[in-house]
């Protein structure tokens, strides 16, 4: 019942502030944060009662369609928690991030965030496949208008691009829905992943790349990837935050619950060409990074490569890939929030997110910088922050798999060192350029939203068993599945 | 064994043969003199003027069509007087049948004629000449001269 | 029944009401007519039966279906505006046309025998040719209804001929002694195919699936709005469930003939209609290759005999109808915007800036364009869930998966309308609407949601 109330709270809001007439926008910000706030509240107060045993309370469970037997249920194990968790957290760092910049009509820019909120919530949780992509396909609508109406310039064109690629993985998908759910006869994606099983190896292998292209598109992965950097740079920052922290775990995740357990002699079969494919965007996606001088490309491509090896420990199919992905689910959504809002602060105050027009920021704005630092040394992966233990895990499963794609992977933290030690010393350090004589540090409301990322940095490296004693009994489940084929 | 479309098709085999048998006929026993007169669209003597493709005034087929459905509407009558008078349906409804045949070819008929009161009221009916357009040249010479030359002389 | 006759009557009193205080009560009354014609439906509720000599059969689901298409009837008739930017309109004509049409229509649905159906696609065919020219000043107005009357009379010729020899072939006109037939006999002859292909292609036509389409792009956009979207609605579910019972009713036996034309005209029919309406300016015809593509996905719903294919057509039509009512109720709502030599604009570009002008009509077109393209939240997803579950069969599974990829080809058009509605426009003042395109608007759109999230209100009901 109480995921229920954590899914249909925002959308009632959102509904709420559309119909009811007269509703400013520092109005919606309002009633949208609070919004926000009560649902993370109420997800931590669910958290609490699961750990006390009291799975009831993160259960839903309700006829849609009778007729074809299609339900509305909902269920949440550790895995959904920790991904619910990411959600309703940046969902409130978004709103908070959109309201301190002016955006005109920004009634609608709440209404759409939540809406974004109430559909995530569904895709994780769901447990019947129609469900499921009803949410997968529907999340993508109002942050494509958020795009699109505060986006920069190209804003239509690249928008619109990155919408049909999506729509076109997630229809290819449906169409191997449909063809399960014709010869299962259920929609439930637990009963679903037994007539998966049945199935003779060429209709799996053609499943399974189905499934791979809808979620790789998603991600994104290597060769899927054309319409993300250009999109994450051209969306407005809240859009950005919610693609690159929220909408892009939906890939991980469907491959988790949707893609391995439907189609697993497909993935038996091909599995070891799509991690190389993963491997061989992590490392592409890395060397490009270097290469960049936008800030939010080097971010897009950085993040790219970062679930490119998500994908590559999914797929390895062990228990520490499957942990580390879903560790590194959650401290890639929190790193990567804060690195594009610290962009846009960046931008904001000095006018350029060029590595040219900027440099010697530190002397001015010393908080800043250290806060910086911190996001960025954790999506470096340096011990002790919490990239550090999903990029171990990941590594250490993909090493595990086979030895040599574990080597080249490997290189990944070496890559991701210098390109974001670049991007940090070009920006912050050297010299500072005449223009930016006058910039300020950060202000209270900004540090309102980077000191709990932080610390959540810390707090997640220092502490991984939080997260890892959690998930290990979804995450077993998994193996449990993928092990028996 | 000839299907009912077999016989349709004899029939319609039958018609060729009977109308070509008829023309060659009269083709080889008729006297064969044209002259222009003869090959005249209309032999009555007048001389057709211009091409076939002039426009006539569009109220000419507004009241064709007309025309053509009360000729329709005839069509219809024929088999209806057939069932109309038929004695054994008439017996077996105890002579309500007259009645109810009548009623309904009534309906039918009223119904056609209020196609044709719409028309009546649209004024599609009337036949309106064109305007007679009126010169607006205005003669120095008064009008009444002339009056009084034929007055004068008459 | 019931219906039919009272709009046969009803029709009449509209014409000569045209006579009175110049036709201002037409409007009103045609739609308190088809208000009544509704009602009178459920005469024959719970009393299924036969009627005219068992030429036309009565069962709940076909008073269902009349309802269907006598509501939307209301719908359009309500967003209809007396025709004011005709010159030397009849306004008491054109409204007493539709509702002859509408007994067509219904006729179309519910008949038993074969002549009924010829009847009814010749009523409702006919007062479509003069609706289409009904804006005599319109160049394009004009070649759109001498096309569609020279290629429509042809095309019910080749129905009447098929009628004819499945006469011919079986002995009856009647769809039950036509199933019983060909349920007791193995070998059919000849003429019992030749038949059936031919009320098919008489049938296609009408519907507009490829390749008997040709019409369709022109007929659309030279039409005034208000009588395409009476085309691509009421037409539309006619003609479909025309097919429904000739197909799954009487020939269902013959189920392994027809559904090979079938599948060829399916994936004619979406390829053709979606790739062609990528390149459209114009709205209207882009709507008019969607709806060949919507076509396509009708005919998927009856390409394999199951027991929901009724259900699920019903479903998609009643989705079909209510995005298709508000994306052309925008287009009849901007009608005096932007005009070009006295016309309307009709192009995509016609919608630019709608966000900031009026982000209520905004709405409405942009829920349309996405229930049109599938999107999940609109009736057009589960419209089409419905269509492809039952189609989904080893034999025909690669058109499913035809149907999806070029449902993301759609995506991309439909669109089109949707990214110029952000787009920033030189006119910047708010569009006023009439409050009757208000209601309609807010219950269609409201339908279109509604049937998104809780598809099982409408499905379960039928």
């Known amino acids: 019942m109480l995921i229920l109330i954590l899914l249909l709270l925002p959308l009632i809001t959102a509904i709420a502030i559309a119909v009811i007439p007269g509703i400013s926008g520092q109005l919606s910000k309002n009633i949208g944060g609070g919004i926000s706030l009560v649902n993370f509240l109420i997800f931590i107060y669910g958290l609490i009662q699961f750990q006390k045993g009291d799975t009831v309370l993160l259960d839903y469970s309700h006829v849609w369609l009778s007729n074809a037997n299609i339900n509305f249920s909902l269920s949440a194990d550790g895995i959904s928690q920790v991904l619910l968790g990411l959600v309703t957290f940046i969902t409130m760092v978004v709103i908070h991030i959109a309201g301190s910049f002016d955006y005109k009509q920004s009634s609608l820019l709440y209404i759409l965030i939540l809406l974004t909120e109430s559909a995530l919530i569904g895709v994780f949780t769901a447990t019947d496949i129609f469900l499921f992509y009803f949410f997968f396909e529907i999340s993508l609508i109002p942050v494509y208008f958020l795009a699109l109406k505060w986006g920069g310039e190209n804003a239509p064109k690249i928008t619109f691009r990155m919408f049909v690629y999506t729509i076109f993985g997630s229809l290819l998908m449906l169409s191997a829905i449909i063809f399960l759910y014709t010869k299962g006869q259920t929609a439930s994606i637990q009963e679903l992943a037994i007539t998966g099983k049945a199935l003779p190896k060429n209709v799996n292998i ?245 000191v709990p990322i932080c610390l959540l940095v810390i707090l997640f490296g220092m502490f991984p068993n939080l997260i890892l004693n959690s998930t290990v009994e979804a995450a077993k489940a998994f193996t449990q599945l993928m092990s028996n084929i | ?42 032999e009555s003597g007048e001389n057709a003027e211009g091409g076939s493709l002039v426009s006539f005034n569009i109220r000419f087929y507004v009241i064709a069509l007309i025309f053509v459905l009360f000729e329709v509407e005839l069509v219809f009558l024929f088999p209806w007087s057939v069932v109309f008078g038929d004695k054994q349906l008439i017996e077996q409804t105890n002579g309500l049948w007259g009645w109810f045949s009548m009623a309904e070819m009534f309906v039918f008929i009223f119904i056609l004629s209020l196609g044709l009161v719409y028309a009546w009221a649209q004024g599609h009916l009337d036949w309106l000449r064109p305007d007679q357009k009126v010169n607006p040249f205005k003669s120095e010479i008064p009008s009444d001269l002339y009056e009084n030359i034929n007055k004068k002389y008459s | 029944m019931y219906p039919i006759l009272f709009l046969s009557f009803s029709g009449l009193i509209t014409l000569f009401l045209g006579f ?35 030429m036309l059969q009565v069962n709940n689901f076909n008073l269902l279906l009349s309802l269907v298409i006598l509501i939307t009837a209301i719908l359009i008739v309500a967003i209809s505006d007396n025709f004011k930017e005709i010159e030397y309109a009849h306004s008491a004509e054109y409204y007493a046309i539709m509702q002859f049409s509408l007994v067509g229509a219904i006729m179309m649905t519910n008949f038993q025998s074969l002549i009924m159906l010829f009847l009814g696609v010749e009523i409702l065919s006919v007062s479509m040719y003069v609706l289409t020219g009904t804006d005599k000043r319109n160049l394009r107005g004009n070649e759109a209804a001498i096309k569609y009357f020279l290629l429509g009379a042809f095309a019910t010729g080749i129905l009447l001929f098929g009628i004819a020899m499945i006469y011919g072939g079986v002995g009856a006109f009647e769809i039950d002694a036509i199933s019983g037939t060909l349920a007791s006999n193995q070998a059919q002859s000849l003429f019992l195919y030749i038949g059936l292909v031919m009320l098919l292609i008489g049938l ?259």
């Open chain 1, 206 to 450: 053609l499943l399974f790349l189905a499934f791979i292209v809808a979620f790789g598109i998603k991600m994104p992965m290597f060769p899927f990837h054309t319409w993300q950097p250009d999109a994450y740079t051209e969306s407005p920052t809240p859009a950005t935050i919610l693609l690159a922290a929220l909408l892009s775990k939906m890939g991980v995740y469907g491959l988790l619950r949707i893609a391995l357990p439907l189609a697993p002699i497909g993935w038996n079969q091909l599995g070891i060409y799509i991690v190389i494919l993963a491997i061989f965007g992590l490392i592409y996606g890395s060397i490009i990074a270097i290469k960049q001088n936008n800030l939010k490309k080097i971010l897009a491509y950085s993040s790219f490569a970062h679930m490119g090896l998500m994908a590559a420990g999914i797929l390895t199919g062990n228990l520490s890939g499957t942990q580390g992905a879903v560790i590194q689910m959650l401290a890639h959504g929190i790193n990567v929030a804060g690195l594009f809002y610290i962009v846009k602060i960046i931008q904001d105050r000095t006018g350029s997110r060029n590595l040219e027009g900027l440099g010697g920021l530190s002397q001015k704005a010393p908080v800043l910088t250290v806060l910086f630092m911190i996001v960025l040394l954790g999506s470096v992966a340096l011990p002790l922050t919490n990239g550090f233990v999903g990029e171990f895990l990941l590594l250490k499963s993909v090493f595990d798999y086979n030895n040599t794609l574990g080597v080249i992977a490997g290189l990944t933290i070496i890559f991701g060192a210098v390109y974001m030690l670049r991007m940090m010393q070009k920006a912050m350090f050297g010299q500072l350029l005449p223009a930016n004589e006058n910039i300020l540090d950060v202000n209270k409301s900004e540090l309102m939203v980077l």
């Open chain 3, 204 to 462: 296609l036509f009408k519907l507009a699936a490829a390749p008997f389409h040709f019409w369709t792009p022109d007929v659309y956009e030279g039409a005034p709005t208000i009588f395409t979207l009476f085309m691509a609605t009421i037409v539309k579910t006619a003609v479909v469930f025309a097919l429904y019972r000739i197909l799954h009713q009487s020939f269902q036996n013959m189920h392994l003939s027809w559904s090979y034309i079938l599948a060829g005209c399916i994936a004619l029919s979406l390829i053709i209609g979606n790739l062609s309406a990528v390149k459209q300016i114009s709205f209207k015809r882009m709507l008019a290759f969607s709806s060949i593509s919507h076509a396509g996905f009708l005919l998927l719903g009856l390409l394999h005999v199951s027991k929901t294919a009724d259900k699920s057509l019903l479903f998609y039509s009643v989705s079909y109808l209510l995005a298709s009512t508000s994306a052309f109720g925008v287009l009849l709502a901007l009608k005096n915007e932007r005009t070009e030599n006295g016309r309307s604009n009709e192009n995509i570009s016609v919608f630019k800036g709608l966000a900031t002008r009026s982000p209520f009509l905004s709405a409405v077109l942009i829920i349309s364009m996405l229930s049109l393209a599938g999107i999940p939240l609109t009736g057009g997803f589960w419209s089409k869930f419905y269509v492809l579950t039952d189609a989904a069969n080893d034999q025909f599974f690669y058109l499913i998966v035809l149907a999806l990829l070029l449902t993301a080809v759609g995506v991309y058009y439909y669109f089109k309308p949707i990214i110029t509605v952000f787009e920033k426009s030189d006119i910047q003042e708010a569009i006023t609407i009439n409050p009757i395109f208000k209601i309609i608007f807010v219950l269609t759109t409201l339908g279109t949601l509604v049937l998104g999230l809780f598809p099982d209100l409408l499905y379960g009901m039928i």
């Open chain 2, 1 to 42: 064994m000839l299907s009912q479309f077999g016989f349709i098709l004899l029939f319609i085999v039958g018609a060729f043969l009977m109308l070509a048998g008829i023309l060659g006929m009269a083709r080889l026993l008729r006297p064969d003199k044209p002259n222009d007169q003869k090959l005249l669209s209309y």
């Open chain 3, 20 to 54: 009175f205080q110049e036709g201002k009560w037409v409007k009103p009354a045609t739609i308190l007519f088809l208000a009544i014609a509704s009602i009178s439906a459920f005469i024959d509720w719970n009393k299924p039966g036969a009627y005219f000599f068992n």
